[in-house]
């Protein structure tokens, strides 16, 4: 495989630029990566990070350039979720079969050594380097101290938006004719939290679970560091009855910790001193189309499609584009045109597929899991699965351990709800819920 | 009623911007007109414009400040379509009852008057400034020759953005989180062109009627003109078997306009010199939110809540905001904040609505217009309606010519459709269409 030595730019030096800078190296390209921010390597964490849940899709592309088994040294398999309920102890639930698991990493920590790895195989990094415009049609970019300032002009000839959800690269391309875009924030809020490790650098709660505190309109996650930390996530809506909004002095939060999440009541102080130092972050699901301009620029990751976190698959989305970038590269060779535009129609309709899942969740997790109908459906759903796993394979593990398109899972995962309708709408469903009628309809129906 | 005298920006001196002008100057405001464009008063008019159709909002807003008759000389009513379908002769279609009309006015012509009397209530315009960038919370603005040129900077109480569908200031808050975005372009462009007036200044066809020429996937619109001429709007898909990518040549013009429009062919040398000599347009709907920036800034018409134009209410909606906006300064008087707030929670789900029934029409247009099922639903629709003009107002009366809100309309539409929907699954539809028993359905489900 030989394809012509090209000079390349990738904006944005996140996990997506930097892990599509060791891909393009490897085709021999000379290859530099920009970024408004310092390294990263050399600055504290931003506090504003979730941690990483490394599934399938994401494994398969570090798998490819032969980077798996290093990443895996920093990451931690979570086998099940680990449910904290007001009033009951601690459960748990399975992912999926054995052997199968979501990976916990630190951002900050994966994008470092991602970093690392880039330089090694020869990619330059410039920071702290602002691309404040793109000429699009020529390849060129356009960085500097300010926006009014004076700039300096570089020419490439593919160029490579992995610059986020807020992209410079297709911010340009956005204000062209007949692109279509959006960008839909959620009202609920995040803020990054910490549980610090135990004196003997142990975990305080299960090292291979992924903790969850649903409490209704909010919820706690925590997933496990390598150091014995453990890095949470609390989402809640910015304004209402219970919301960042209200929560103003140390003994509002005092007082919310105390009521809604008793038992991480041991690091209270951590957990006080992060919830003012850190920002609240919003989420947003971002769509656009197109993603490349002609052979020239293309977009890659959330610049690309930003989602919402509650899937667990910004990453791994992100991840798998490049994997099909790469295919695409290989079969096409040096025709970028027909990369680019291959490239775009392939994975359009899994991006918006993701999106709608991980949307769907977040509307799941914050107003129907106190809805006893739809806990009956899960059960159904669930009980049915157990006693035929061949034929109900949950939409859940269709998304994280397997690669089949996400467009698929979507659709197949619309066949069920259709189905578990009719199941749901039964007379007495309450009482025959795990009887012959329900499992052989449901059979009857597949 | 007395206002606080303020100092107010508009930016954009369009319809909306224009109209906006003439309302403020009323409460003895201090306001100036930017746009970045040359004064229209002195330029050649674009040939990019659709006519514009002024229905009931439009007049009301025009009503309240005393200028609805100045505005009707320059305005052509229009009590029907004229419909020319290939081997039919041509025939009518009433649109309202006796007295209703849309009136067909040109753009440009309107702009200029609007221009005049905002002029003569002392309004100040700068032509030819355009803003570059908007302080929001400090209400300043900031224009210039080029973006990274010297800056002009001014400072106002007030901000109004209205500047249309690529707005300057909408984008300025674009950047701000938690606001929520989206831009979606139809595959279908437009071209303005024109039929000429006879040689005596009368019209080539009918001056009371609004011109259409539906050919399924595109169709051509005229509008008269005051001076006998006719502004036409053919749309078209960018792409495909019939589209304007494949119309290269004269030949190839000349060709498409003989197959498909053969009675406008006295007009033909006109159409084909426009048809080369205008651009191909490109048409989006455009959402956002929220529209108002604290007490500061507020996007008022396109800029706020961009539509396709297929149902003739793009001005409409623009004007009823403003009419809207000056109900509430009336009740709020100098409480800006509230008047915003209130403003923007009104008219947001109204813009939708409309946004989405200018959307339906279009896909109605490109696509049903050819489907058997459809045309017998809107037979029997039109059938039952005249038998009880009382019980169905059809959605486009309610839209056209009443001051009810576009979310009614909507809402009152899709109850019919679902009614509609039951009838059109009866059995033998097609023989029974007229009969007791379907009307006595409707009735029953009314």
Redesign the interface.
């Known amino acids: 495989m030989i394809q012509t030595q090209k000079k390349v730019a990738i904006i944005g030096s996140g996990l997506v630029g930097s892990l599509l800078a060791i891909y393009l190296k490897k085709y021999g390209h000379d290859i530099t990566v920009f970024d408004r921010r310092p390294d990263i390597r050399n600055v504290e964490f931003s506090g504003r990070s979730i941690n990483l849940a490394m599934s399938n899709r994401g494994w398969n592309a570090l798998h490819e350039v032969g980077i798996e088994e290093e990443i895996k040294k920093i990451a931690i398999p979570l086998d099940k979720r680990a449910m904290h309920v007001v009033g009951q102890p601690e459960y748990y639930q399975k992912y999926g079969k054995e052997g199968e698991a979501i990976w916990s990493i630190s951002r900050g920590v994966l994008n470092r050594k991602m970093i690392d790895l880039a330089e090694e195989a020869g990619v330059v990094f410039k920071f702290e380097e602002k691309v404040w415009d793109v000429d699009l049609p020529e390849g060129k970019l356009f960085t500097g101290e300010t926006e ?1 300032g004076a700039w300096q002009e570089y020419q490439y000839d593919l160029i490579f938006g992995c610059d986020g959800a ?1 992209s410079r690269v297709r911010h340009k391309m ?2 062209r ?9 959620i009202d609920v809020g995040y803020k990054e939290l910490t549980i610090a490790a135990n004196e003997d650098g142990t975990h305080k709660l299960d090292r291979h679970s992924f903790h969850i505190w649903p409490r209704g309109k909010f919820m706690l996650i925590a997933m496990p560091n390598l150091d014995g930390s453990f890095t949470c996530t609390l989402f809640m809506p ?1 304004e209402g009855e219970v919301s960042f909004e209200n929560i103003k002095t140390n003994d509002d939060a005092k007082d919310f910790f105390k009521t809604y999440f008793p038992n991480v009541m041991q690091d209270l102080d951590n957990l006080l001193l992060d919830f003012f130092k850190n920002p609240t972050s ?1 989420m947003v699901t971002m769509k656009c189309f197109p993603w490349t301009y002609w052979d020239k620029v293309a977009l890659v990751g959330d610049s690309a499609h930003a989602i919402v976190p509650f899937y667990g698959q910004g990453m791994n989305a992100g991840f798998e584009d490049i994997f099909v970038l790469d295919a695409l590269i290989k079969e096409h060779q040096d025709d970028w045109h027909t990369i680019f535009e291959a490239y775009e129609k392939v994975r359009k309709p899994n991006a918006d597929a993701i999106a709608e899942l991980s949307y769907r969740n977040f509307v799941e997790m914050s107003s129907k899991t106190a809805d006893p109908k739809f806990l009956l459906q899960k059960k159904i759903e669930k009980y049915f699965a157990s006693q035929h796993p061949d034929k109900w394979i949950p939409v859940y593990s269709r998304v994280t351990f397997s690669d089949r398109p996400y467009a698929e899972a979507l659709a197949e995962g619309d066949a069920q709800e259709a189905i578990m309708k009719e199941v749901m709408s039964l007379p007495n469903i309450e009482e025959k819920w795990n009887s012959a009628e329900v499992e052989n309809l449901i059979l009857s129906l597949l």
């Open positions: 009014k807020f956005q204000r004719s007949r692109f279509d875009y959006s960008q839909d924030f910015f919003a």
